[in-house]
């Protein structure tokens, strides 16, 4: 009985351990790492303990799916807007703070020519934005496979949400408001510290032929995704929600100080995470009580 439960605990904790390796080494190596990568991955993970294979594919396509629809239109996005604003989110910040906050933060912690350890912690933080949310998601469905709906389903909601947002309400972020000099000068942190990373390796992927979208800084979903997660996490394990609760908070501070997003696309990304929970969760519970 008791290397049975033992059994159980590891066909529970390879996979898992595995992906979370997997996505280490591709981040280590400066692979950005899409969803059809990610679930190639996670394929591999369910075969090497075996017997929920089917399930996996039945529950995860159509969430692949309909990511790739939600990348596919934000790489539109720029085509359908013209004049990104730039003012609000300044002017936001500097109501707030008096000044804004990822000049002042580079100011008072970036040396240039010695990038500190939090410079590195900031960089893994951020480009981590995606990642996370599936070995989220990944665990979630090697637990709790309603949790893993449910979740699923907040980030989808969340992600077109954030789409409309951008078609409506296209933002510049801080970096490339300095480019063009409205306001004054920002490091490219990233560029510095992603430079020291092992060298790049090439992943196929289709989201090589997806578009990008710069102007998409409000809301902030490198703020909204963490949030989502610990909202989630909370709903299941509400200890463990606190014990992540510095993660979230790091990526906040990550993306204000690498001049990425301002403080006030970090406050809207929050708002709409918590409108995702709620909508979400609000129907499950109409659902299960119909």
Known sequence: MKQHSLYKKAMLIIPILYVIGVSVYMI???AWFSPDQFFMVAVVAVILVGGRTKQFLWDWIPVLLLLFGYEYLRGLAPILTKNPNVWPMIRADQFMFGYLPSIKLQELLYTPTAPRWYDYVAVILYVSHF??????AFIFWMVNRQAFKHFTAGFLVLSYLAFITYVIFPAMPPWMASTYGYIPPLQKIMDQVMGSFAHPISVPSVYRFFGANLVAA???????YPFL?????????SRLAYVISPYVLG???SVVYLGEHYVVDVIIGILYAIVAYVIVTGIAK?????
């Not at 990642?131 to 989220?136: A, E, H, L, Q, S």
């Not at 409000?218 to 909204?224: E, G, T």
């Not at 997660?229 to 394990?237: C, G, H, K, N, P």
């Open 28 to 30: 280590s190596h400066r």
């Open 131 to 136: 990642v996370i949310p599936m070995i989220t």
């Open 218 to 224: 409000v809301p902030s979903l490198h703020a909204a």
């Open 229 to 237: 997660i610990f909202l989630f996490i909370r709903q299941q394990i």
């Open 251 to 253: 990526v906040w501070f």
């Open 286 to 290: 109409k659902l299960h009580y119909a």
